[in-house]
């Protein structure tokens, strides 16, 4: 049972941190923060990503890429250019770490925008020690509690969390389901109710309406990451871009 419950919270919490405040926050500036709670979810983004960190800045230029040259050989992940999402994530961590360590020419053209930035965490997130030291800690925590050999085979997935819902995300969001909108690209919307990736799912629409914080648009279409962020607009931890809050009419 604890190791169900360490599991669901580090997908869970990974997630929330990837779509609230890498995604919607970072690379698309849906809202706004005080610098203290921005430097508040810097920490948790560390914390719950773990050994999958990735520096918030270097997701938003990676992410405006993305929907700049959606589904085009430019499109750091793209399905369409890769024989399977193993490869097509490989070739998105190539280009991570080229926008990270400076390196992207492509990326300077989305480097005047906005995004938040502590370069301090994001150097140390990103060495191997700090990936190496989430990787101990999940792995004593499995032999602590772990009660069958096959809650091993978790582990993989608790070391690469990221890139898991990463690979989710951009494969099956570009490949399968029904799209509400032609976006001149080949976003798709996966699921009717995403439970699985916080919203992240509703690609199609995302890729129409990309400073819309509730990525659902039909009544049925439900993005379970949008009301923690209306809670938050209502509680003034954050604030809201008017246009982003607005619902199609």
Same mark, same amino acid.
């Given at each position: 049972?604890?190791? +169900?419950?360490? /599991?669901?919270?580090? !997908? @869970?919490?990974?997630?929330?941190?990837?779509? #609230?405040?890498?995604?919607? *926050?970072?690379?698309?500036?849906?809202?706004?923060?005080?610098?203290?709670?921005?430097?508040?979810?810097?920490?948790?983004?560390?914390?719950?990503?773990?050994?999958?960190?990735?520096?918030?800045?270097?997701?938003?230029?990676?992410?405006?890429?993305?929907?700049?040259?959606?589904?085009?050989?430019?499109?750091?992940?793209?399905?369409?250019?890769?024989?399977?999402?193993?490869?097509?994530?490989?070739?998105?961590?190539?280009?991570?770490?080229?926008?990270?360590?400076?390196?992207?020419?492509?990326?300077?053209?989305?480097?005047?925008?906005?995004?938040?930035?502590?370069?301090? +965490?994001?150097? /140390?997130?990103?060495? !191997? @020690?700090?990936?190496?030291?989430?990787?101990? #800690?999940?792995?004593?925590? *499995?032999?602590?509690?772990?009660?069958?050999?096959?809650?091993?085979?978790?582990?993989?997935?608790?070391?690469?969390?990221?890139?898991?819902?990463?690979?989710?995300?951009?494969?099956?969001?570009?490949?399968?389901?029904?799209?509400?909108?032609?976006?001149?690209?080949?976003?798709?919307?996966?699921?009717?109710?995403?439970?699985?990736?916080?919203?992240?799912?509703?690609?199609?629409?995302?890729?129409?309406?990309?400073?819309?914080?509730?990525?659902?648009?039909?009544?049925?279409?439900?993005?379970?990451?949008?009301?923690?962020?209306?809670?938050?607009?209502?509680?003034?931890?954050?604030?809201?871009?008017?246009?982003?809050?607005?619902?199609?009419?």
């Amino acid at each position: 049972m604890a190791i +169900l419950v360490f /599991f669901l919270a580090h !997908w @869970y919490l990974s997630l929330f941190t990837q779509s #609230f405040f890498q995604h919607r *926050y970072a690379a698309h500036r849906m809202f706004s923060m005080h610098r203290y709670w921005e430097k508040v979810f810097f920490v948790l983004t560390y914390l719950w990503q773990g050994s999958s960190y990735l520096s918030p800045r270097a997701y938003a230029l990676l992410h405006r890429l993305h929907h700049a040259y959606s589904d085009t050989e430019r499109d750091p992940h793209s399905p369409h250019y890769s024989a399977n999402a193993f490869l097509m994530m490989w070739k998105t961590r190539t280009v991570y770490h080229d926008v990270l360590y400076g390196r992207s020419r492509a990326a300077e053209r989305f480097a005047q925008g906005d995004y938040p930035e502590w370069r301090g +965490l994001d150097e /140390f997130g990103n060495k !191997w @020690y700090s990936r190496v030291a989430w990787g101990v #800690f999940y792995i004593l925590f *499995y032999v602590q509690f772990a009660t069958a050999w096959w809650q091993y085979l978790l582990l993989p997935i608790h070391f690469t969390m990221g890139a898991v819902h990463g690979a989710i995300v951009n494969w099956s969001g570009h490949k399968y389901g029904y799209q509400n909108f032609d976006n001149h690209d080949k976003s798709r919307n996966s699921l009717f109710f995403d439970f699985l990736t916080g919203g992240e799912l509703f690609q199609n629409n995302h890729h129409k309406l990309p400073s819309r914080a509730n990525f659902g648009v039909k009544w049925w279409e439900l993005d379970p990451t949008y009301p923690v962020i209306w809670t938050l607009d209502k509680l003034r931890v954050i604030r809201l871009r008017k246009d982003g809050a607005q619902l199609l009419r």
